[in-house]
C-alpha cells in the first residue's frame, strides 16, 4: 500500500526556471513532511521540511506549499540551477502508531539543463 | 566519523549465500534505521532500533532478514540464503533520539547484487 504518492516520476527543467514536484498521502496521521534530495551513489540528504499548522514554508529557493484538507504537498524549486540535477523524494511521518516511520514517495528525477 | 559510515560499499552474493551489512550510525545517535531502495524506487522501511532495542521490525520482508544492535552503536543487517528479489541498495539512518526523527541522516548505502 502506497500511503505517499508523487509525481511526476521525471522532470526536465531549463536553467532558470521553476520545477514543480506533487505529493499526495493518505494516512491523517502524518505530522511532519520532509523532502529529500538524492544524488547518484549517495543517500538521501534532508532538505527542507513542513508541518501542517502552516500552508507554506520557504528556505531559499526551495519552497513547500501544504494544504492539508486536499492531504497534497508540493515543492517548489525557484530559478533551477544544473546542481539542483537530482533525485527528490517527498515523505510523511507521524508520532503514533502506523504513521511512526518515515515513508518516502517513489521519486523525482529532476534535470536541470543549461 | 562525521556522518553515518556503511560498509561494503558493494557486495555481490551468489544466490544462497549469507551476507552481512554493517552501518556505523553518527556517535551518540539513539535511533538507527535500515530501509531498502529498489532501483528507481524510494526507501521502504525494514526496522529501527532505539539504542540496542529493536522496537520496530514490521519492513523486514522475511524471516530471512535478521538485525542487530547488540551494544547500541554499530547495526549489522543479515540476510540468509540471498535471493535475485534481495538485489537493492541498503541505506542505514540514524538520528540523535526518538523526538529526532525528523532530522534523520542517512549513508550512503550499501548496494547488494544478488545473482
Known amino acids: 500500500q502506497q500511503q505517499v504518492k508523487q509525481s511526476p516520476q521525471s522532470l526536465i527543467v531549463q536553467k532558470g526556471g521553476i520545477s514543480i514536484i506533487n505529493c499526495a498521502y493518505e494516512n491523517t496521521a502524518f505530522d511532519y513532511f520532509p523532502w529529500y534530495q538524492q544524488f547518484p551513489g549517495k543517500g538521501p540528504a534532508l532538505l527542507i521540511a513542513i508541518r501542517p499548522d502552516v500552508s507554506e514554508k520557504k528556505e531559499g529557493r526551495f519552497t513547500i506549499s501544504f494544504n492539508k484538507s486536499a492531504k497534497q504537498f508540493s515543492l517548489h524549486i525557484m530559478d533551477s540551477q544544473p546542481g539542483d540535477s537530482a533525485t527528490y523524494f517527498c515523505?510523511?511521518?507521524?508520532?503514533?502508531?502506523?504513521?511512526?516511520?518515515?515513508?518516502f514517495g517513489t521519486g523525482t528525477r529532476l534535470q536541470v539543463t543549461l | 566519523g562525521a556522518g553515518v559510515s556503511q560498509s561494503p560499499r558493494y557486495k555481490v552474493a551468489k544466490r544462497g549465500q549469507d551476507v552481512a551489512l554493517r552501518c556505523d550510525p553518527i556517535s551518540g545517535h539513539v535511533s538507527l534505521f535500515w530501509y531498502q531502495q529498489a532501483l528507481g524506487q524510494g526507501p521502504e522501511f525494514l526496522t529501527y532500533?532505539?539504542?540496542?532495542?529493536?522496537?520496530?521490525k514490521s519492513g523486514l520482508p522475511s524471516d530471512r532478514f535478521f538485525a542487530e544492535r547488540p551494544e547500541g552503536s554499530v547495526s549489522t543487517l543479515k540476510i540468509q540464503r540471498t535471493q535475485q528479489e534481495d538485489s537493492a541498495v541498503y541505506l542505514c539512518?540514524?538520528?540523535?533520539?526518538?523526538?529526532?526523527?525528523?532530522?534523520?541522516?542517512f549513508g550512503s548505502g550499501t548496494q547488494l547484487s544478488v545473482l
Open positions: 532500533f532505539q539504542n540496542e532495542a529493536q522496537l520496530d
Open positions: 539512518a540514524s538520528s540523535l533520539g526518538g523526538d529526532s526523527l525528523e532530522k534523520l541522516f
Open positions: 515523505a510523511a511521518i507521524g508520532s503514533t502508531g502506523t504513521a511512526s516511520k518515515l515513508t
